[in-house]
């Protein structure tokens, strides 16, 4: 069973900056696709950031630029930077595995608000 525990999240003001981290049990960490979506109150969740076995990102338009993703794959962790916070940043932040065939999972969320 592949357990995923985000950590990092909080209260910021808009401008500041936070890094989140997902620890992810299992094994074969480093050969799948890890991603950061993100759902705010009333909308659907979106994709904000996402990393490749291969190291190749790929980042939603609205924080291209303020964010970014990495990965350890020895510590079997996900991170994401995130700079230049805004108000409209404000969400639930959730960690995803990619196991193509295998199936998805997925963590339990963690809050980000930015808001002065």
């Known amino acids: 069973q592949v357990q995923l525990v985000e950590s990092g999240g909080g209260l910021v003001q808009p401008g500041g900056s936070l890094r989140l981290s997902c620890a992810a049990s299992?094994?074969?960490?480093?050969?799948?696709?890890m991603g950061w979506y993100r759902q705010a109150p009333g909308k659907q969740r979106e994709l904000v950031a996402s990393i490749t076995a291969g190291g190749n990102r790929n980042f939603a338009d609205s924080v291209k630029g303020r964010f970014t993703i990495s990965r350890d794959n020895p510590k079997n962790t996900v991170y994401l930077q995130m700079n230049s916070l805004k108000p409209e940043d404000t969400a639930v932040y959730y960690c995803?595995?990619?196991?193509?065939?295998?199936?998805?999972?997925w963590g339990q969320g963690t809050q980000v608000t930015v808001s002065s």
């Open positions: 299992g094994s074969i960490f480093s050969a799948y696709t």
């Open positions: 995803h595995q990619d196991r193509g065939r295998f199936g998805d999972y």
